[in-house]
């Protein structure tokens, strides 16, 4: 199941052999946390390349008394921190999970060592990272272009899971308040 899975998620950024994926696979771990499980606090150093393979989480950071969703995941999408990944520096971001999820998970020092001749690590590495540039620009167009409520329907289409969704991440995620977003769902019924 993993293999195929992550050959799945990474198929439509470039698509490699099984091997590569039954190989990769065998580097990780598949894990289930319960709902809002913590994987990385704030102001602490990402130390997993998590995938998720059920459930939703998102990216936080403390504003103001209260949490400010940047960016979310669903299955089959990337949930860490990128940047404290990749520089091994802490960053202001949480990572947490919205229900109860199962990850796929690879330590930063496991993930290293893929970059070693053969073992795709630095394709992957830079597949994630285009495919987070283009996901948080598209998001800044998105917020630029769209209404809320073509968003959150946007959302409803391409994101399995995200019904349940706690109301007040995924309002923060759109920029609105959770409020809004009730007569947003109140008004597609």
């Known amino acids: 199941m993993t293999a195929t899975f992550l050959k799945q998620v990474f198929d439509p950024f470039h698509v490699l052999d099984i091997g590569v994926w039954e190989n990769f696979g065998k580097l990780g771990e598949v894990k289930q946390f319960p709902k809002e499980s913590v994987l990385k606090e704030a102001n602490t150093t990402e130390k997993y390349f998590t995938i ?86 598209q998001q800044q167009i998105d917020l630029l272009t769209k209404t809320a409520k073509e968003r959150y329907l946007e959302l409803l289409e391409t994101k399995k899971g995200i019904e349940r969704t706690q109301l007040k991440y995924l309002a923060s995620y759109l920029g609105i308040t959770p409020q809004s977003l009730s007569r947003i769902r109140a008004e597609k019924i």
């Not at 939703?56 to 103001?64: A, E, F, N, R, V």
């Not at 979310?72 to 919205?98: C, H, N």
């Not at 796929?104 to 394709?123: A, C, K, L, Y």
Request: overall charge negative.
């Open 52 to 137: 998720l393979v059920e459930g939703s989480g998102g990216c936080l950071i403390w504003k103001k008394n209260n949490f400010v969703c940047i960016d979310m995941g669903f299955e089959g999408d990337f949930l860490f921190d990128f940047m404290s990944f990749t520089t091994q520096q802490p960053t202001p971001i949480e990572v947490r999970l919205f229900d109860d999820s199962t990850v796929f998970r690879i330590s930063h020092e496991v993930f290293r060592q893929t970059f070693n001749p053969g073992n795709h690590g630095e394709r992957m590495a830079r597949l994630v990272a285009e495919s987070s540039f283009i996901s948080k620009q």
